[in-house]
């Protein structure tokens, strides 16, 4: 991963260029940013570019740090980290109210996943803010595109990070592994759908008592929007990345 970390910059500038031939000759060409403010962007991009190199989509991936790269952008990923720190990172870079606007936009498919889900949530909660009642207020401003709540840190603290081997062949398309390894870091849940004509739950994790499908909901869809509780670009498997450039970004997203 240190290898994509430390090519980020010189592909910006390759990315600026190319961008430009691309539109100008291609008008389905497609440009996907990756919010790089803090988290795990740098897997997002290799994963996105792997599918790109294997299938020849015509797209480019680039990391968005400013509002005028978002402006080129068609799409956008926003990944998992911390979302107050990326809350404070944005408003500090006056990127806040251009990533609002950008989500918001019918025009642009996004992704959010973990840290990403709770910004693009119309509500964000603590998993239990009685538990720390002298501590301020969590300072997660959501975007507000996505017609769920969500609750963050739901499962607990880093070490109760887990894997779930989930199938979702029922939107990824049957393969010859069915089961997909999602990975869930301090992970926030959907604690409810908002607007359930509007959103589709994609996923749920089996409940307590084991039975599949019962537990909480970790993938929604609302037409171009997709979010996840989980971490694909932790998952060395690029189906959940391969599937959103067809369906969301070449695709018509409906
Ligand atoms: N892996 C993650 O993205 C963790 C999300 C983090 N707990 C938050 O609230 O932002």
């Not at 803090?38 to 599918?51: D, K, N, R, T």
């Not at 239990?128 to 009642?133: F, L, Q, R, S, V």
């Amino acid at each position: 991963m240190s290898r994509v970390k430390s090519s980020i910059a010189s592909y910006e500038t390759k990315c600026v260029t190319s961008d430009a031939n691309n539109i100008a000759h291609n008008g389905k060409s497609r440009t996907v940013g990756v919010l790089a403010l803090q988290g795990a962007f740098a897997e997002h991009v290799e994963y996105l570019e792997a599918c790109i190199a294997q299938h020849g989509y015509p797209v480019h991936v680039m990391p968005v740090r400013t509002a005028a790269q978002l402006e080129r952008c068609d799409a956008l990923v926003i990944p998992g980290g911390e979302s107050t720190a990326m809350t404070q990172i944005a408003s500090r870079m006056g990127l806040h109210e251009a990533l609002a606007r950008f989500v918001q936009d019918p025009r642009r498919s996004v992704w959010g996943t973990c840290a990403g889900l709770i910004l693009l949530a119309r509500e964000a909660a603590d998993a239990a803010p009685a538990a720390a009642p002298q501590r301020p207020a969590a300072l997660v401003e959501p975007l507000k595109a996505l017609e769920v709540a969500v609750r963050r840190n739901a499962f607990g603290r880093q070490a109760q990070s887990f894997v779930a081997t989930c199938d979702f062949s029922a939107f990824l398309g049957p393969s010859e592994t069915q089961g997909f390894p999602a990975v869930f870091i301090r992970a926030p849940v959907i604690d409810h759908v908002i607007d359930p004509e509007r959103v589709e739950v994609l996923h749920r994790l089996a409940g307590a008592d084991g039975a599949p499908g019962t537990g909480p909901i970790v993938a929604v869809r609302q037409g171009r929007i997709l979010g996840t509780s989980f971490h694909p670009e932790l998952a060395d498997d690029t189906r959940f990345h391969d599937w959103f450039l067809r369906d969301f970004v070449l695709g018509d997203h409906k």
